[in-house]
């Protein structure tokens, strides 16, 4: 999930985004950790947003506090990159997609993997099916679809195209930045998006004007490209594993209740605290998606680590160059002491 689409963003909107997320961060930081708790950096992939709800709901509801933790939630974004933070000392969690962490491991980053957020990968592309007929991958032959060029949705593409034996030359492919207006117009027939974020933005802007939208899911077409997990460093580990477990409980555990049905007014206003700009109508749209993303199939728990498909990924990567060497993946998933 290296980039967010969103539309419609302009410059001073992106300013006030990023104004209120640091509000927000100096309201869940505050000015020192209580006595007998022990402050904890973390540093998320990206801005707030429906994707980082449990995150905000462990600070919120004392998940963190009741583990004897003082955890200051960072948001990220283009200009914030946990794996550097981490391997600077600057946090000692953060959240980063498989690719992000094996291409890091494949230099000689000393990372290890404690959950998985994401069961399935929420990118997807958006398309009309009255317009765009799809049944199956070979239709995108002759057609015109927008990738992210060096993002993970040109990866993931690519990894379906091969996988389908399609060539690149069989379709057309189309430069996306944060502007919908090509697929609005219809000279993109298929875009890029994240089905748990956007989906439920541009959905409605195209059934209000009348227009039937389907999806196409490469996971559904055999392609699995693991997203966002949770990372630390061996360092921490091996010198804080108590630190490392009690973490981890609490934010599994956040994370299931702020994705539990039973909870969802309670996270609607965690998340809208945290994020002005997405109206509530459209938050509640994305949280039953994002719950079906997450949570795994019983008797699987949350966080679950589908090794699986990371050694999928890490094949993918590899295929396409994209790492210097092979990666041990099974070295990444280590036990955590309880």
Not at 111 to 119: D, I, K, M, N, P
Not at 214 to 225: I, K, T, Y
Request: aromatic share 8%; hydrophobic share 45%; with cysteine.
């Amino acid at each position: 999930m290296r980039r967010r689409h969103a539309a419609g963003d302009s410059a001073s909107r992106q300013g006030l985004r990023r104004w209120a997320a640091a509000a927000l961060v100096a309201l869940l930081a505050g000015c020192a950790p209580p006595e007998g708790r022990e402050e904890i950096h973390y540093r998320l992939k990206w801005l707030y947003n429906v994707s980082t709800v449990g995150d905000l709901y462990a600070v919120e509801k004392g998940h963190f506090a009741r583990a004897g933790l003082q955890v200051n939630v960072k948001p990220g974004g283009p200009e914030r990159d946990a794996l550097k933070e981490l391997e600077l000392g600057h946090a000692h969690f953060g959240v980063a997609s498989a690719d992000q962490v094996l291409r890091a491991v494949a230099k000689g980053a000393p990372l290890v993997v404690l959950a998985q957020l994401f069961q399935v990968n929420p990118l997807q592309w958006i398309y009309r099916p009255d317009k765009s007929p799809f049944r199956e991958p070979a239709d995108l032959r002759g057609r015109t679809v927008g990738v992210t060029f060096g993002g993970n949705d040109e990866t993931i593409l690519r990894a379906l195209l091969a996988r389908h034996g399609i060539a690149e030359g069989e379709l057309r492919l189309f430069s996306v930045r944060y502007d919908y207006t090509p697929f609005y117009e219809g000279r993109v027939e298929f875009w890029p998006l994240y089905i748990n974020a956007q989906a439920p933005i541009l959905g409605e802007r195209l059934e209000k004007a009348g227009e039937r939208i389907a999806f196409l899911d490469p996971h559904r077409w055999g392609v699995r490209f693991v997203a966002n997990s949770v990372i630390t460093t061996r360092e921490m580990l091996r010198k804080h594993p108590r630190t490392v477990s009690r973490f981890l409980t609490a934010l599994l555990e956040a994370w299931r209740e702020a994705l539990d049905p039973r909870n969802e007014e309670a996270a609607v206003r965690v998340l809208l605290a945290a994020d002005r700009e997405t109206p509530e109508a459209i938050v509640r749209r994305q949280l039953p998606v994002t719950r079906r993303l997450m949570v795994p199939e019983p008797p699987a728990a949350f966080g679950r680590i589908d090794e699986a498909a990371w050694r999928e990924t890490e094949e993918i990567l590899r295929r396409q160059g994209l790492i210097e060497r092979p990666v041990d993946v099974g070295s990444l998933f280590t036990a955590i002491p309880p």
